[in-house]
């Protein structure tokens, strides 16, 4: 099975930057992704890194190191709306149906 | 791009009576369907793999005589909460696989909030 770990929460301030980090363990690692879920609504797609290195996305990156077994998401220039939990999940080739595992989320809360 | 429907988007309904939820994929064929719970303050937990024309493969600790799952086509799959009680309430949450050039992506519906009183 997978292990996967994120801080639980997270506090920052509008306009600054916020690396959310997220470690794995997986036999059989076949890609990593992030979503952004509002309360009360469902998860939406952020990014998604097999290769290792930096996937940019405007103001979001998503970075991976499979040796490492360690990603994380960049939010710059952060804006109020961007409060919210982020998932990181994480595909294992060896799980039957394309199934993703999701870790427990991180609520990030951004301040004026 | 893929959209996925999810019906009714709330539900309340008595302790002891049977809930369906609906998920549909609606431009595209989706083989595969995912149906994840989410309590509050808490990340999405699978329940089940359902796949179309077969049986439903359940997570450990999730009753399948409880949670019926039915794919009976390529764009619907439903789940049946039956004889639901508070403890049962609830974000239901589905999720459909689309075959893309990079590999499948999963495509989550809007979700669907059940109370049972």
């Known amino acids: 099975g997978q292990n996967i770990d994120q801080p639980t929460e997270m506090t920052a301030t509008e306009g600054a930057i916020v690396q959310i980090n997220c470690t794995y363990q997986?036999?059989?690692?076949?890609?990593l992704f992030w979503y952004q879920q509002h309360a009360g609504e469902a998860p939406t797609f952020l990014s998604y890194?097999?290769?290792?290195g930096l996937e940019e996305k405007g103001r979001f990156s998503s970075f991976l190191s499979r040796s490492k077994g360690y990603s994380y998401l960049l939010l710059k220039e952060l804006q109020m709306k961007d409060s919210a939990s982020y998932l990181c999940a994480v595909r294992d080739s060896n799980n039957a149906g394309n199934m993703l595992t999701f870790g427990g989320g991180t609520r990030l809360m951004v301040k004026p | 791009g893929a959209v996925v429907s999810q019906h009714p988007s709330r539900v309340i309904c008595k302790s002891g009576t049977s809930v369906k939820i609906e998920c549909r994929s609606l431009d595209f064929q989706a083989t595969t369907m995912f149906w994840y719970r989410q309590f509050p303050k808490q990340s999405l937990m699978l329940m089940a793999t359902s796949n179309e024309g077969s049986k439903a493969t359940y997570e450990q600790g999730v009753e399948k005589d409880k949670f019926l799952i039915n794919h009976a086509s390529l764009t619907l799959s439903t789940l049946t909460v039956t004889s639901a009680h508070p403890e049962d309430s609830s974000f239901y949450i589905c999720?459909?696989?689309?075959?893309?050039?990079?590999?499948?992506?999963?495509?989550f519906g809007p979700g669907t909030r059940l109370t049972v009183t």
């Open positions: 999720s459909a696989s689309l075959l893309l050039a990079g590999g499948y992506e999963q495509y």
């Open positions: 997986t036999s059989g690692f076949n890609g």
């Open positions: 890194n097999v290769l290792d």
